[in-house]
């Protein structure tokens, strides 16, 4: 018995020194990620548009899946670690809560509270919002000190491509589908490898930060040349 006893010390022990070492891997992979790998807007101003950061040939979405199986394998081992202790836990909880009634109670909401918790991503969907880069704004700055004719035309253009119903969860090929445009004078417009028209717009846009006015006026344009 003493033995069992010692070895189960010893498990418990190494447990705890992995379950150690993967939630510290996990938060310096999360800092990696969040001031290294940085996203977006804050690459391009540090390191310009066309580049992309990457820490031993692995990007940041590969990083935020090895951040992902980590956590997994952290929740499994955490759950181990629970069960090796499960009579010590259900004496200490009936020693907090005395009565039966509420331990029940806690346990059930503790329980479905921790259901939500790692379930709620299966049932949700991101919002699909538009924006405009800030080099679009000091674009836009500097048209406004052009001719009114420029003004005019811009104006024009704008209204043109405002027929093109083109949101983010639409793929490339869907849209030049629609309007009778080639995909691949799109794709040339907004710099993306053809071999990803069957990618949703949304989720390109984040790879290569353009705008659906963007994809709109891809579309006018192509429909002026051709007229």
Same mark, same amino acid.
């Not at 020194?17 to 990696?32: E, Q, S, T, V």
């Not at 956590?71 to 202790?85: D, G, N, R």
């Not at 259900?90 to 909401?109: D, E, N, P, Q, Y």
């Given at each position: 018995?003493?033995?069992?006893?010692?070895?189960?010390?010893?498990?418990?022990?190494?447990?705890? !020194?992995?379950?150690?070492? &993967?939630?510290? =891997?996990? *938060? #310096?992979?999360?800092?990696?990620?969040?001031?290294?790998? %940085?996203?977006?807007?804050?690459?391009?101003?540090?390191?310009?548009?066309?580049?992309?950061?990457?820490?031993?040939?692995?990007?940041?979405?590969?990083?935020?899946?090895?951040?992902?199986?980590?956590?997994?394998?952290?929740?499994?081992?955490?759950?181990?670690?629970?069960?090796?202790?499960?009579?010590?836990?259900?004496?200490?909880?009936?020693?907090? !809560?005395?009565?039966?009634? &509420?331990?029940? =109670?806690? *346990? #059930?909401?503790?329980?479905?509270?921790?259901?939500?918790? %790692?379930?709620?991503?299966?049932?949700?969907?991101?919002?699909?919002?538009?924006?405009?880069?800030?080099?679009?704004?000091?674009?836009?700055?500097?048209?406004?000190?052009?001719?009114?004719?420029?003004?005019?035309?811009?104006?024009?253009?704008?209204?043109?491509?405002?027929?093109?119903?083109?949101?983010?969860?639409?793929?490339?090929?869907?849209?030049?589908?629609?309007?009778?445009?080639?995909?691949?004078?799109?794709?040339?417009?907004?710099?993306?490898?053809?071999?990803?028209?069957?990618?949703?717009?949304?989720?390109?846009?984040?790879?290569?930060?353009?705008?659906?006015?963007?994809?709109?006026?891809?579309?006018?344009?192509?429909?002026?040349?051709?007229?």
């Amino acid at each position: 018995m003493e033995r069992i006893l010692k070895d189960k010390s010893k498990l418990n022990l190494s447990l705890d !020194i992995i379950m150690l070492l &993967l939630i510290m =891997a996990i *938060a #310096g992979i999360g800092f990696l990620m969040k001031y290294v790998l %940085i996203p977006g807007f804050q690459k391009n101003v540090l390191y310009g548009k066309h580049v992309d950061l990457v820490l031993w040939g692995l990007p940041r979405h590969q990083w935020g899946t090895i951040h992902l199986v980590l956590s997994i394998a952290f929740l499994v081992l955490l759950i181990l670690h629970f069960l090796l202790h499960w009579n010590m836990i259900v004496c200490i909880f009936k020693r907090m !809560i005395t009565h039966k009634s &509420l331990r029940i =109670a806690f *346990a #059930g909401m503790l329980t479905v509270i921790i259901i939500l918790f %790692i379930s709620f991503p299966l049932f949700v969907e991101p919002e699909i919002i538009d924006k405009i880069p800030m080099h679009k704004n000091r674009n836009s700055r500097n048209n406004n000190s052009d001719s009114a004719f420029n003004n005019t035309s811009e104006l024009s253009t704008s209204a043109d491509t405002k027929v093109y119903d083109v949101n983010g969860s639409q793929t490339l090929q869907f849209v030049a589908d629609k309007y009778n445009v080639p995909v691949s004078t799109i794709t040339a417009d907004l710099k993306i490898p053809v071999t990803l028209a069957g990618e949703k717009l949304g989720r390109l846009r984040k790879s290569y930060l353009f705008t659906m006015d963007d994809v709109r006026n891809s579309i006018s344009n192509y429909k002026k040349n051709v007229k």
